[in-house]
């Protein structure tokens, strides 16, 4: 499930600085294809004068991106057709001057007969006659017409300073930008990357000169419908003025979102009707940084009332979709005016009922005081508040973090929220982003369990990744809740120590910190344990896609970080895949692989395993073994397409036969999001995985059909909870027991998602081994800084022999027995 790029996270990287203002004009040197520090093309209109259009007139604007003026003197802006002819050729249109830092600067290009609405006083003046859907535009270093024809032949003339390819075209950097039309221009979103299709969006044409003058009365506003904001969202989820231009929608500006790819303000109504269900808050979709507003200011907006769906998919998307306004026209009336107050949200104010159900829920009149997706939904855009809120979901590389309205809500023991079943998915969740310039307030770096004290408040938001969200312009102080990584008791001298632990895409190619940290958790929080089920082990070039399938490398690497640690000298046991046959990141070949310790167990090797050839029960004299160890339990099952195989080995400890079956089931990529419009989701993963435990339970099935009293070890990341049918077909008869069901419940969590604590991890035994002490061992997932997205876990036991009475002498003498060496 691949995001779109367009708006793909409205926070991702850092908040935009202003630009520094100096006197100093300086010149810029010639850059050939690299990102641009200085000048660089801002926007590219081609629809001046033609039908449908406001303008009249094509232009280029260029903006300046460093703390000193740049000149222009003696450059050119250039334009070239779309799809080039060997006889095409560039044209120029000569600029002077220079452009002073954090400003435009305009070039007028060629007029046209329709239109209504001249440029502002251009900075440059021309007569290309651009397209208005394609074509490429150059900033050059001179005033000569390039002769480059080529993407690859313009890279490399050292006079392009920056260009950009739209529509289609053939001279681009990177990838195209998307086709403009008459009333639309490609507008540069963020800084430079050099791939035009990351950088540029389409919008509505928005010129400025370098005296930051835009048309004359900025454009003209369209004629619409006259309506507050709570009559355009309406008593449902979508706006029953969808699609309708509105005009004249007073109200408060409460945050301003400059940066990213969703760019725009929101702004509230601080007069609202007396209908709880109509939100009093909407977003304004800019698409571009020029947004003339600020918090405080007194608005009224006209613009076209649409519901944007954040994965872009339409009527097809499994999400919810924000009403907002778009190709807006904005007016400010005042400013310096207070903000609405913001609602806060205590202990009981959310109602517990996540959502109603019956499918698509989106034209069902909202009960905002019975379900908690109805509540959010009712205050979508409008200003929300949580005191001393409690962080449940640790910061990630987005700079977003989740708290919880709802402190009391099935809280973990180390501070998060518990998901205990589908029917209980703890509505207090509201996912933490920021409008504050990280320049100005650092997004805090928080663990589950910390704190953010005070008031966090801010307009509440709808994203794909997250369901709800405030996106704060106030953040609570950060408070250390002071969680540290778990460790683990040693095993005994009779006990036996498998653990499971996904290690992430681990690769050759990873930093040696990264192994190091995982080699650390092994030895020490994990206390070295005898055998390791290794999850997401990828081959030896990684994500390359290449064909390498061997894993040897990687494993290797490991294995030394775990003796640098102070640890054993693992040896491992693996069967390398097919190549691309099984799933996970593309190339990558990740496996399962087991390590174990040779001094405290044996390895039964039985050649003859391979990527196809599935291992079988044995009766040996009454003990199950396995044809070949290790091998792939039913590999040519198509419950296992494109979906890792479990391995299963045979191990010998103390005399007594070990037989661990390592997973990794499908992922739950295609489910329908918790927090989207069908209610209930549908969880559509779950036929194969349970396809997947169906297979694994009847080789389960056999191996006791030799041996009740076999010794089995279930480990592995199921990716999916220990209440679902997934784990129910292996423990239906009690059979196998999964140890997680036997933790306390604010202690059943290996994983954590969204604000949710989960289990996606499990270790499930047979009933013949005895003394089994488990834990889940907390050192990843609560936390900001992750060597791995999930936590390890481990179990020690003393393995049956078969003989009850010889068990029983044996269990007499654990209680002397020391810890392992």
Known sequence: ?????????????????????????????PASATPSADALIAEVYGGGGNAGATLTS????????????????????????????????????????????????????AKGTGGTTALPTPDATGNINMSATAGTVALVSGTDPLTCLTAADCAADPRVHDLVGFGGAVVVEGTSAAAPSNTTAVTRTAGDTDDNGKDFATGAPAPTNGKGETTPGGPTPPTGVPARIHDIQGTTRLSPLVGKQVSDV????????????????????????????????????????????????????????????????????????????????????????????????????????????????????????????????????????????????????????????????????????????????????????SLIPFSQVPFPKANVG???????????????????????????????????????????????????????NLAPTDPQAKFDRLAGNLVHNLAAPDIVSLEEIQDNSGAKDDGVVAADQTLQKFADAVVAAGGPQYRWTEIDPTNDADGGQPGGNIRIAFFYNPKRVSFVDRPGGDATTATTIVNKHGQAELSVSPG????????????????????????????????????????????????????????????????????????????????????GDFNDM????????????????????????????????????????????????????????????????QASDHDPQVVRFRPSTGNELLDQLLDLAHCFAPPAK
């Open 1 to 29: 499930m691949t995001p779109s790029p367009h708006r793909r996270r409205a926070m991702a990287g850092t908040a935009v600085t202003a630009l520094l203002s100096a006197g100093l004009v300086v010149t810029a040197a």
């Open 58 to 109: 094509d232009y280029v604007e260029l903006a300046n991106r460093a703390a000193t003026a740049v000149s222009v003197a003696g450059w050119s802006v250039q334009y070239l057709p779309a799809a080039p002819k060997p006889t095409s050729v560039w044209q120029a249109t000569p600029l002077t001057g220079s452009i002073a830092p954090g400003t435009k600067y305009l070039v007028g290009e």
């Open 250 to 433: 007073p109200g408060i500006v409460t945050g301003v979102r400059s940066f990213g790819n969703s760019q725009g303000f929101f702004f509230q109504d601080p007069n609202p009707d007396s209908d709880p269900r109509t939100s009093e808050g909407i977003f304004v979709y800019t698409g571009s940084a020029k947004i003339a507003v600020q918090p405080g200011d007194s608005v009224k907006v006209s613009g076209k009332v649409s519901e944007f769906y954040p994965d872009e998919s339409g009527a097809s998307s499994l999400y919810q979709s924000n009403t907002e306004l778009g190709s807006a026209t904005v007016t400010v009336v005042s400013s310096g005016n207070p903000l609405p107050a913001a609602e806060v949200l205590g202990p009981d104010t959310v109602p517990t009922a996540f959502a109603p159900t019956g499918g698509n829920i989106e034209s069902l009149p909202l009960q905002p005081d019975k379900y908690a997706l109805d509540f959010f939904e009712s205050r979508e855009g409008m200003r929300v508040e949580v005191d001393d809120a409690r962080v449940v979901g640790p910061t990630d590389k987005y700079n977003e973090l989740y708290v919880t309205t709802k402190p009391t809500q099935n809280p973990s023991v180390r501070g998060g929220t518990v998901y205990l079943g589908y029917d209980d998915n703890n509505s207090g969740r509201l996912e933490v982003q």
């Open 450 to 504: 910390d704190k953010l004290a005070g008031a966090t408040a801010g307009p509440l938001d709808y994203t794909q990744f997250g369901g709800y969200v405030i996106q704060a312009t106030q953040l609570g102080g950060y408070v250390s809740g002071g969680i540290q990584p778990e460790t683990t008791a040693k095993q005994t001298v009779d006990e036996l120590a498998v653990a499971t632990y996904n290690v992430e």
């Open 632 to 715: 792939r339990v039913d590999p040519t099952n198509p419950a296992w397409n494109a979906s890792r195989k479990p391995l299963a080995a045979e191990f010998r400890f103390q005399g007594r036969e070990v037989i661990v079956i390592g997973n990794h089931l499908v992922s739950k990529l295609g489910d329908q999001p918790d927090v989207g419009r069908n209610q209930p989701p549908t969880r559509s993963s779950e036929v194969q995985r349970g396809q997947q435990t169906a297979a694994l339970r009847a080789f389960v099935d056999q191996i006791l059909a030799v041996n009740a009293k076999a010794n089995i070890v279930i480990p």
């Open 722 to 785: 220990q209440f679902s049918p997934t784990v129910a077909t292996l423990t239906a008869g009690g059979k196998l027991r999964d140890l997680v069901n036997e933790l306390p419940a604010n202690q059943r969590y290996s994983y954590v998602y969204q604000g949710n604590s989960e289990v996606l991890d499990h270790l499930l035994v047979s009933t013949a081994p005895r003394g089994v002490q488990y834990d889940v061992v907390h050192v990843n997932a609560e936390f900001a800084d």
